[in-house]
């Protein structure tokens, strides 16, 4: 297939899977949830949607490894990354900010990503060097300096202390935050414009990947580790959108010295 088809592809494999995520939250056996740890969850949703989306890519791209959170996998030349639910608790909750993630990277850069948010209807797609978009409409990661939102994720890898940490570093800084239980939320929102950054001081790069590119196709920027350091050991993420760009520096700082703190 093509560069293009690899994105339609992606496209409608991710609304499939969040059709099925729908599907199997109404339908909600007695086992629905096992707990994995604190504030994490696993369900059999998250098993069957990274089972469809493993299968059809096998089928259609069978020369490409695949790395998901639920099953694992290895980084290689070719190969696709796949969140089956981010925000697992709000989707159990019947909030809307979860989403399907999937992401292709080749020779070292993404080069396709797609975000389904099954109960927003919205899918956001990009394909490197050829835009972002939203249900089709062009993403512009423009933002407002003088009303800065900042999107803080947070997982329990981390120090409780160290996250109120940056908490208070962005109040002090004059900005606002927020934080929505999945960071292809908070990504999509940077490279939407409705935030201007998104900060975790550890994220899994299946939790990140398309958001990244979005946010990258729709003119704004981020700071991670090499991508094949991030997908074997996550890493810390800063993405800005151009309202910040030229502040960059002092918002690493400005996480940096809460975390070393």
Wanted: proline share 4%; net charge negative.
């Amino acid at each position: 297939m093509t560069a293009t088809c690899a994105l339609q592809f992606a496209t409608e494999l991710a609304q499939e899977a969040g059709q099925l995520a729908l599907r199997l939250r109404a339908e909600a056996p007695k086992d629905f949830v096992a707990t994995k740890g604190a504030m994490d969850f696993i369900t059999h949703a998250d098993q069957a949607v990274e089972r469809l989306i493993r299968t059809r890519i096998a089928e259609t791209y069978p020369k490409d490894a695949i790395l998901g959170e639920e099953e694992g996998g290895e980084p290689a030349e070719s190969f696709w990354i796949v969140d089956p639910i981010d925000g697992t608790t709000n989707y159990l909750k019947g909030l809307p900010d979860w989403g399907v993630c999937i992401a292709r990277v080749r020779l070292g850069q993404i080069t396709e990503g797609v975000i389904a948010l099954p109960d927003q209807n919205r899918v956001a797609t990009a394909r490197r060097g050829e835009g972002a978009f939203l249900n089709g409409a062009p993403l512009r990661a423009l933002g407002n300096p003088s009303i800065a939102l900042v999107q803080l994720g947070y997982s329990a890898r981390i120090d409780l202390g160290e996250h109120l940490r940056h908490i208070e570093g962005v109040i002090a800084r004059g900005a606002d935050y927020r934080r929505s239980g999945a960071a292809c939320v908070g990504l999509l929102a940077v490279a939407a414009g409705w935030s201007d950054a998104y900060y975790e001081r550890h994220l899994n790069l299946w939790d990140a990947a398309p958001g990244l590119l979005l946010i990258a196709e729709a003119g704004g920027t981020s700071t991670h580790a090499p991508l094949s350091e991030f997908a074997r050991k996550g890493s810390e993420v800063l993405a800005l959108g151009e309202s910040l760009t030229s502040s960059a520096d002092s918002w690493k700082t400005l996480f940096q010295r809460a975390s070393a703190a």
